[in-house]
């Protein structure tokens, strides 16, 4: 048989597994009709099991015999997927020191991963026929069903699917009934649908743009079909969404697909409503309530161009596109863009990646900009856009510190910020109490000798709930109930210690028996739709006290509240984590961003034990930005990241010594290497995790600093390399994060 120009004597394959390295096999008698590419997926068998790979290289030499290579089982794809997604994919793994097989898996869609084709699931919509136009109902007689049915679809223009039209209670047999009568027709078409020809972009007319708004698209129009990095630096309501409506109308018209990524607690119905409202072209949302083939069907009409417009979380910045022409990370500063296990990248870092390979902009948007951009703008690598003015009818909030020093505390909440609430309740209006704690009280202690609530298996308080009585560690689940007198001294006298969002809901229940208290935390809102039912009644804008955490600071806009009260902004001050002040002065920024109009600006009440804090001042006096300048020089002095970069070595076991002393033996190994090879890179600890035992294990790091990415990369591919082949590391759980978010 003759075999084609590209025969491959051997293929280099990706398997799902977390070493970091790949598989040689044999074709066998398998050739696709174009040859082998690397991206097409085959059958092998791996180990004892089937599996699926990923062709990642053909070549003609094997480390291996040629006697000793198994071949494969079969060929899944006569394409091969994505080249965009297998690029980034490549730069991922090598970039995150991660396994490229387990890379490449975990940006597949899961249907993908399993080995099902990668094509468009196809549906038939069905629409009435000339003579079903020109057909009364009362022609089909008793037909009374298929008469509502042929009524239903006379209402709709462009026809319905039929899982639309059997959600309405009509069946198969109906269609078939009318489809045979000649009334109406079915047409096939993919699960999502492309664009009607001639049709028009927009669905609704675009905003009439404000002065800072027009100038801030001006110059992102430039940037159209170059790489052109923009952070979009704008105060909350300063009209950054409408910048991007506007910017992707622009890329839609040059025929090319806008990726929009939004933080995981970002993508709310009412952000997808809007981008929905205003254009007609087809989008998709890549989010958790998805079935497996809907994320297919997704990810296939990106990759085909058909969907135009891509929205989604994090893992959405590994869908494909066929024209990409824009992508828009907004709200850059948020950590969920960051993967905290596993793969441990940042979306928003692979975003500017892919604009750079696709030669496309990418827009940072933020009202408190993550250090790590803001320096790269302030370098002049991006381009720096400010929105200083609020667009809509939204107003800025003052922000104002409360000392709580030797204040009596109800729930956490001091007598003057009790007095500013019950004056807004007065005035019929809407307050939102932010407490970053889930619980009733953070421990529970005892009164006689001391005794604090404490996890047997980490390092930390047990938090004190009431609904129902309980002890429960927030790191690592563990449950318990509560004991009836002091473990230690045997008095009854156990006490709360602090306040969580429950104490102070119940607080604020008996300050203000006349006013609903809606609480929004992780354990008030598990229920699927309960937090946005929650925020339909919080947007009914009558009189009401919110209590929640973290969850109400982001993404969502309440207009009718007019006064924030931070119970504790002390948590951020003075923590061992060189990231804790940027994320808690986001954090306050973006509470404050919440409340006000342009009649009742708002008020928000900084609680703090610290009212002489010169951080916290320069927030609360000149805001975010000062601030952001004030810590990036303290950074830049400090040689930390910005101004270095940093990989995280964790290393993981329940034996202590196993684990000190395996990464002690390595870090010298290492720094004896670094030393040999003239490489500039920074090697500390091994030192404890600041939990260092967390679920019965115990946690050390090892970190790795330079001032240059190329040593620095060297040096961590040098750590996983030694890793993995020595023995007694596969003893313990290790990993390695680059450029972590925090050090926990
Ligand atoms: P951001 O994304 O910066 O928080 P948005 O784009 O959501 O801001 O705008 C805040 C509010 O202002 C929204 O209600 C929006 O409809 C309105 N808005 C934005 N731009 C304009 C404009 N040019 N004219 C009128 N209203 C605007
Ligand atoms: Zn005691
Ligand atoms: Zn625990």
Known sequence: MQQPATAARILEIAVPTPLRRTFDYLPGPHAPANGWHAGMRVKISFGHRDAVGIVVATKSE????????????????????PADWLALCRFTARYYQHSLGDTLFQALPVLLRQGRALEARTRERWS???????????????????????????????????????????????????????????????????????????????????????????????????FFPTLLHGVTGSGKTEVYLQLIDAVLRRQQQALVLIPEIGLTPQTLTRFE???????????SGMNDAERLDAWEAARAGRARIIIGTRSAIFTPMAAPGVIIVDEEHDDSFKQQDGLRYHARDLALFRAQTHD????????????????????????????????????????ELLDV????????????????????????????????RRGYAPTLSCHQCGWLAECPRCDARLTLHRHPPQLICHHCDYHTRLPDACPSCASADLRPLGSGTERTEDALVSAFPETPVIRVDRDSTRRKDALSQTFEKIHKGEPCLLVGTQMLAKGHHFPHITLVVVVNADGGLYSA???????????????????????????????????????????????????????????RQAQLPPFRHMVLLRGESAHLDLLTTVLETVSQELRAWLGEHARPVDCLG???????????????????????????????????NTLEHRPEARRFKWSLDVDPVGLD
Request: net charge neutral; glycine share 6%.
């Open 128 to 226: 009435l026929t000339a003579k079903g136009h020109a057909t009364t109902a009362d022609a089909l007689g008793r037909a009374y069903k298929q008469a509502e049915l042929l009524e239903m679809l006379r209402l709709h223009r462009h026809g319905m699917v039929s899982s639309a039209i059997t959600a309405q209670g009509f069946t198969r047999a109906q269609l078939d009934a009318l489809s045979a009568k000649g009334l109406i027709e079915g047409a096939v078409e993919q699960a999502i649908a492309p664009a009607r020809e001639h049709s028009d972009i927009l669905a609704e007319p675009s905003l009439t743009l404000n002065r800072e708004q027009t100038d801030a698209l001006a110059t992102l129009h430039t940037g159209l079909g170059t």
């Open 405 to 436: 020093r030797a204040r009596p505390l109800e729930g956490g909440l001091c007598p003057q910020a009790l007095e500013a609430i019950s004056a807004q309740l007065e005035q019929k209006r809407q307050v939102l109490i932010f407490i970053n």
């Open 577 to 635: 984590d060189f990231r804790a002040l940027e994320t808690s002065a986001q954090l306050l920024t973006q509470v404050a961003g919440r409340a006000g109009r342009a009649e009742h600006p708002g008020r928000v009440l900084i609680q703090t034990h610290h009212p002489d804090d010169q951080n916290l001042l320069c927030l609360v006096q000149e805001g975010y930005d000062t601030l952001a300048d004030n810590l990036l020089e303290e950074r």
């Open 686 to 720: 091994p030192v404890p995790a600041p939990m260092e035992r967390r679920q019965g294990r115990y946690h050390m790091h090892l970190m790795l600093m330079s001032a240059h990415r190329a040593p620095l990369h060297d040096a961590a591919a040098w750590l996983a």
């Open 360 to 399: 496309i902009p990418v827009v940072l948007g933020s009202a408190t900009p993550s250090l790590t951009t803001l320096n790269h703008a302030r370098q002049g690598r991006y381009h720096h856009i400010h929105l200083r003015q609020r667009a809509g009818e939204s107003a800025q909030a003052a922000l």
């Open 62 to 81: 094997s480390v291996l015999p040629a006697g000793k290579l198994k071949a494969i089982k079969d060929v899944i794809d006569q394409a091969p997927l």
């Open 277 to 287: 409202r205003r254009f007609s072209v087809p989008i998709v949302t890549l989010h």
